[in-house]
């Protein structure tokens, strides 16, 4: 089958490509900008990638066109399939309809954690010689690529809850059919999908009415939001974590324990009762499929890490430069109390980018101060956003900067910086490229010094 794909540079599209890839279908793709790191991967793969979405791709003729969620009516590409009256169907379909069947799948879900809990989950299958198929919505350190399919029974994927495609609105879970799913967190996000909590609710209650009785639900025990979630209705058999069944130490060595029986410790690189949280989300549901605790924490102690989640980048002049994903309070606050618990009394150098179409729209400003109180100092480049974020940051008083210009921003932390400080980059975009231009910034601070 030849599918061209539309929105190919995104991390899910991507990682679908190259499933279909490895499934032996021959793959096209275009993007409004064809971009690294995936268009990378993909060429050196042999997919042919054209820039724009110009009609003149009907030329290709594709058995079918997959459509990604970046795609709007207007495109031209796509008015032109509608015009044709050709064959289209979103990515989550076609995974379900062409990778997925005779598989046991393993997803993650939440509003936080997703990617790394994944990633998780992966490890410990791969440690235990289960070689899993996986869709991993970030790059897992330990294997480099964002997707794998392998001839194994089971099948790890993040399960996002942000819609499908411009004519299928449902969550993109709700095609997974997952046998083994983690319920990890639910707070207000996607204000430019969902109105409110309430109705991203309904699409986790979507979720769990699609589930057989034979499938088990991995759920935090402390998250309200999933209390009334499951209250709506739960046909599966349901384990909690957190409390409940399964259970971590709030404090070292970080005993795991399932119905008050000690398994063992938890031993993990990435800092944060978060993480330790996603970790035992991760061993719960490894559980189910046959990975005994034991093996589980295991492998979690050989577990790298998820690039952009607290990914160090470099180290210059004793200044260390972190690249996370956090673009949320919850995950902003957690993401800075982790650090702060590896690197104690260092200087936490707070540089954010409210770049979610959440935080573009103002839905949850009235957390972010909050959230970055456990930084020293805080810049944050509001040149996306059309709210006073400056106003939102007044708790924090003198420790937090609002800039409209990227370039002053890197020139104020430059100068602020001394060793010993960790700058934490939070944003899920490219940032402007700021990593390295801080990265370089040092090194030419340092040789001047």
């Known amino acids: 089958m030849h599918i061209h794909i539309l929105g190919i540079c995104g991390t899910f599209m991507g990682g679908l490509a190259q499933l279909a890839l490895t499934a032996g279908h021959r793959v096209s793709g275009c993007d409004a900008n ?25 030329s ?54 997703k990617t790394t809990t994944t990633a998780m989950l992966v490890g410990i299958l791969e ?32 399960a996002d809850e942000y819609d499908t495609a411009f004519f299928d609105k449902r969550s993109k879970f709700l095609h997974y059919r997952p046998r083994t799913t983690i319920l990890n967190n639910l707070e207000f996000d996607h204000a430019d999908i969902f109105s409110d909590l309430a109705a991203i609710e309904t699409q986790f209650h979507h ?48 005993a795991v324990s399932r119905e008050g029986e000690t398994l063992g410790n938890l031993e993990i690189v990435l800092p944060g009762a978060h993480n330790r949280m996603n970790a035992l989300a991760a061993v719960a549901a490894a559980h189910h499929v046959g990975v005994e605790p034991a093996a589980a924490l295991e492998a979690l102690k050989r577990f790298g890490g998820v690039r952009r989640r607290l990914e160090v980048r470099g180290t210059v002049g004793g200044v260390t430069v972190i690249d996370d994903f956090a673009h949320h309070p919850t995950a902003i606050r957690e993401t800075i109390a982790g650090l702060r618990s590896q690197v104690g009394v260092s200087r936490i150098l707070a540089v954010l980018e409210p770049r979610s179409n959440t935080m573009k729209q103002g839905a949850v400003r009235a957390q972010l101060a909050r959230s970055l109180e456990g930084a020293d100092r805080v810049y944050c480049f509001a040149g996306g956003v059309g709210w006073d974020v400056a106003e939102a940051l007044t708790a924090l008083g003198s420790r937090a900067t609002t800039y409209r210009e990227l370039g002053v921003l890197l020139d104020d932390l430059l100068s602020d910086v001394r060793a010993g400080d960790q ?9 402007g490229g700021i990593h390295e231009d ?10 001047a010094a």
């Open 34 to 58: 064809v971009y690294p790191p995936m268009s990378g991967q993909l060429a050196a793969a042999g997919v042919r990638l054209i820039e724009g979405y110009e009609a003149d791709q009907l």
């Open 60 to 113: 290709l003729a594709p058995d079918v066109w997959v459509i990604g969620n970046v795609v709007t009516r207007g495109n031209p590409l796509m008015e032109a399939i509608l015009d044709r009256g050709l064959p289209f169907v979103s990515g989550p379909q076609w995974l379900a309809e062409h990778v997925l069947p005779g598989k046991h799948v393993l997803g993650a879900a939440g509003t936080h954690g």
């Open 127 to 158: 440690h235990a010689g289960l070689t899993p198929g996986f869709l991993v919505g970030g790059v897992p350190a330990d294997f480099g690529v964002s997707a794998r399919l392998t001839a194994a029974r089971f099948f790890v994927i993040e």
């Open 207 to 254: 979720l769990v009415r699609t589930l057989p009785a034979s499938a088990r639900l991995i759920v935090n025990a402390n998250d309200q939001a999933l209390d009334r979630v499951l209250g709506r209705g739960c046909w599966s058999e349901v384990e909690r974590f957190g409390g409940g069944r399964w259970q971590v130490a709030a404090a070292p060595p970080y």
């Open 423 to 431: 700058v934490l980059v939070m944003s899920n975009g490219g940032f």
């Open 438 to 447: 801080l990265l370089q910034g040092l090194a030419a601070k340092a040789t």
